[in-house]
């Protein structure tokens, strides 16, 4: 009984030698090497899961910005590569001034024109199309707005002709976006809303009194860089006098 178990233990013994020795003999650990990667700009996280796709074992330190990374020495090339297109500066959103002009037309029969020069064409335009005889400027403002964001202006136009009552303005819009095509670049205003608040003559119960009206648009457009368009009107006392709301667009880098 005794031979046989020792016989049977041999016999495992050497079945089993070779297999241990297999498993803990030094390879493929020699061609293994470590970095570390400091990240400049990028998310840590997001990189570190991009260079895992090679293989290794990857370590990301958020907060010191650093990604450890071992693996085969022959994939470093390529988490080197990847790490630097990965890890580049943001490019800064173009900030777009918009600039806003208020004219008044009117008939008064007076056929004078007082505009600046850079709306000379515009103001011509409208005694073409709309037939008024006078057109002059009552108000100009502007903002600046970086691309995906939204813009507001208000305030208050000044005195109208012989008359000292205030007309208020709003201008504003949900988004502004940056685009480019063959033709050049353009500005969106999504969500666009704009008019005037003005002052209407009425009778009540039999005594003449001023109530604000709203007028305007509400609508989306697009406008070429530098391109001045006139974008709304809105009138006060019947038509007599009208506002007309004219804009521009320039791209800053």
Same mark, same amino acid.
């Given at each position: 009984?005794?031979?046989?178990?020792?016989?049977? %233990?041999?016999?495992?013994?050497?079945?089993?030698?070779?297999?241990?020795?297999?498993?803990?003999?030094?390879?493929?650990?020699?061609?293994?090497?470590?970095?570390?990667?400091?990240?400049?700009?990028?998310?840590?996280?997001?990189?570190?899961?991009?260079?895992?796709?090679?293989?290794?074992?990857?370590?990301?330190?958020?907060?010191?910005?650093?990604?450890?990374?071992?693996?085969?020495?022959?994939?470093?090339?390529?988490?080197?590569?990847?790490?630097?297109?990965?890890?580049?500066?943001?490019?800064?959103?173009?900030?777009?001034?918009?600039?806003?002009?208020?004219?008044?037309?009117?008939?008064?029969?007076?056929?004078?024109?007082?505009?600046?020069?850079?709306?000379?064409?515009?103001?011509?335009?409208?005694?073409?199309?709309?037939?008024?005889?006078?057109?002059?400027?009552?108000?100009?403002?502007?903002?600046?707005?970086?691309?995906?964001?939204?813009?507001?202006?208000?305030?208050?136009?000044?005195?109208? %002709?012989?008359?000292?009552?205030?007309?208020?303005?709003?201008?504003?819009?949900?988004?502004?976006?940056?685009?480019?095509?063959?033709?050049?670049?353009?500005?969106?205003?999504?969500?666009?809303?704009?008019?005037?608040?003005?002052?209407?003559?009425?009778?009540?119960?039999?005594?003449?009194?001023?109530?604000?009206?709203?007028?305007?648009?509400?609508?989306?457009?697009?406008?070429?860089?530098?391109?001045?368009?006139?974008?709304?009107?809105?009138?006060?006392?019947?038509?007599?006098?009208?506002?007309?709301?004219?804009?521009?667009?320039?791209?800053?880098?």
């Amino acid at each position: 009984m005794f031979k046989r178990l020792c016989v049977q %233990l041999l016999v495992l013994a050497v079945v089993v030698g070779p297999v241990v020795a297999q498993d803990t003999a030094p390879d493929s650990g020699s061609d293994l090497v470590t970095e570390i990667f400091k990240i400049e700009y990028g998310d840590v996280r997001n990189i570190a899961d991009v260079i895992s796709l090679f293989g290794g074992r990857v370590q990301p330190e958020p907060e010191l910005r650093v990604i450890g990374w071992t693996g085969p020495k022959s994939q470093l090339p390529a988490v080197e590569a990847a790490i630097r297109s990965l890890d580049v500066a943001p490019v800064p959103e173009p900030n777009v001034e918009l600039t806003v002009w208020f004219l008044m037309a009117v008939n008064d029969g007076s056929g004078t024109t007082s505009v600046p020069a850079a709306l000379d064409g515009v103001a011509v335009q409208l005694q073409d199309v709309f037939g008024y005889d006078s057109v002059r400027l009552i108000e100009t403002t502007a903002l600046r707005v970086r691309n995906g964001s939204r813009g507001e202006l208000n305030g208050i136009l000044p005195q109208r %002709l012989g008359d000292d009552r205030e007309a208020r303005y709003e201008f504003g819009f949900r988004r502004l976006w940056v685009s480019e095509d063959e033709s050049g670049r353009s500005i969106r205003l999504d969500g666009l809303s704009t008019g005037v608040q003005a002052p209407h003559t009425v009778r009540e119960d039999g005594q003449l009194t001023t109530r604000y009206m709203r007028t305007g648009i509400s609508t989306d457009i697009d406008l070429r860089e530098n391109q001045k368009a006139v974008i709304g009107k809105t009138s006060i006392e019947g038509g007599a006098e009208t506002v007309f709301i004219v804009v521009t667009g320039k791209i800053i880098e």
